[in-house]
């Protein structure tokens, strides 16, 4: 099994604390080690399933694909010129049947909702690992109430299966609210770790993510856009040169030129396949998010930045700014969830 740090996304790795700074103070890094104990055991076990369902996801779909294009091909009439005799059919009985195969362990095991179920559930460990650092009693004497409350939601979070994931979306699950107190003089210390630990761990990890997400998305967009246009065509020329050899060639090269024929079959499938893949995605309007949420999240750390070089720190400002990001990535994960959930593969 995987450790936390081999398992977690290296793009967006804030949920561990491997090898903390040691510029912060004991009194904080106590404060990371308490919330780390309770978030991060069920995170590994709901990390690593995640991972794993996903694998076993992604196995059963290159397969569906591979085998759906090879029963195309297989059905094309001229094909029997190229394949040694009663190999198509041959062919075409062993398809079906690791096709039907494919579909019962994908029905039986349901990959999709159980990679989205412990997806889910590990993004909001990631929440509310922050929302507990955020709580102002976190950094005062009586930070075991919100460690509580941490505990307490994840119990919740515990409870929710695939007939309840949609919660969530509907904002029906609620964090808990923060009880709005001053720090004391004492406390000073432990808030200007948490500023600092927020932008180093928490805002840049989030800023270089959606940055990664961003510039992948828009490649998958670059080279994609016209694709499913170019095969189609392709696929109709082919088709319609196979033809025209064939009727204007003084000799009989169509045996020699089915693959012609073939090749004129695959490309639809492939653009069809493509144009579905960007379509369920929504590769170009994630893209232009993924931009927007980065752009929105440096404009909050040059705030937080700003605000700590002023003589005069103002600790509620600092405090708005975070919860502004925070607010933010809630609402990331809601959508990601809501496209999830409404996406065609996730039945």
């Not at 307490?152 to 009880?179: G, L």
């Not at 989030?206 to 940055?211: K, L, N, S, V």
């Not at 060639?249 to 579905?276: N, Q, W």
């Not at 994630?286 to 980065?294: C, H």
Request: hydrophobic share 40%; net charge positive; charged share 25%.
């Amino acid at each position: 099994m995987k450790t936390i740090a081999e398992s977690d996304l290296i793009d967006n790795n804030d949920i561990s604390d491997f090898n903390i700074d040691l510029v912060y103070t004991a009194e904080f890094k106590n404060l990371l080690h308490d919330i780390n104990s309770i978030i991060l055991p069920k995170f590994s076990v709901w990390d690593n399933k995640s991972l794993t369902y996903q694998r076993y996801r992604q196995n059963i779909m290159l397969l569906m694909i591979f085998t759906g294009i090879i029963i195309i091909v297989v059905m094309i009439p001229d094909i029997n010129k190229i394949l040694p005799e009663k190999w198509g059919g041959i062919i075409q009985n062993a398809i079906a049947f690791l096709v039907f195969v494919l579909l019962l362990i994908g029905i039986k095991y349901n990959f999709q909702k159980k990679w989205l179920l412990y997806r889910h559930k590990s993004e909001l460990l990631r929440l509310l690992k922050f929302h507990t650092l955020l709580d102002p009693m976190t950094l005062s004497l009586h930070n075991e109430i919100p460690l509580k409350k941490l505990q307490q939601s994840i119990d919740e979070i515990d409870q929710i299966d695939q007939n309840t994931i949609d919660k969530f979306v509907k904002d029906e699950f609620d964090f808990w609210k923060y009880d709005r107190i001053i720090l004391n003089p004492s406390e000073r210390k432990n808030f200007l770790d948490l500023i600092k630990y927020y932008q180093n761990k928490r805002i840049k990890s989030q800023i270089d993510y959606f940055a990664i997400r961003a510039k992948s998305r828009e490649n998958i967009d670059r080279y994609t856009k016209y694709l499913p246009k170019i095969t189609n065509f392709s696929g109709v020329f082919l088709l319609s040169l196979y033809f025209i050899l064939g009727i204007f060639s003084y000799t009989d090269i169509s045996k020699k030129l089915s693959f012609l024929v073939v090749i004129a079959a695959i490309l639809p499938v492939v653009g069809s396949s493509v144009k579905s893949y960007r379509t369920t995605n929504e590769i170009s309007r994630i893209a232009s998010i993924y931009r927007t949420r980065q752009n929105k999240l440096s404009h909050i750390y040059n705030n937080l930045l700003y605000g700590l070089k002023q003589e005069n720190i103002d600790i509620n400002k600092e405090f708005e700014l975070m919860y502004e990001c925070e607010r933010i990535l809630k609402e990331e994960h809601q959508e990601w969830l809501r496209l999830m959930i409404q996406s065609e593969w996730i039945t």
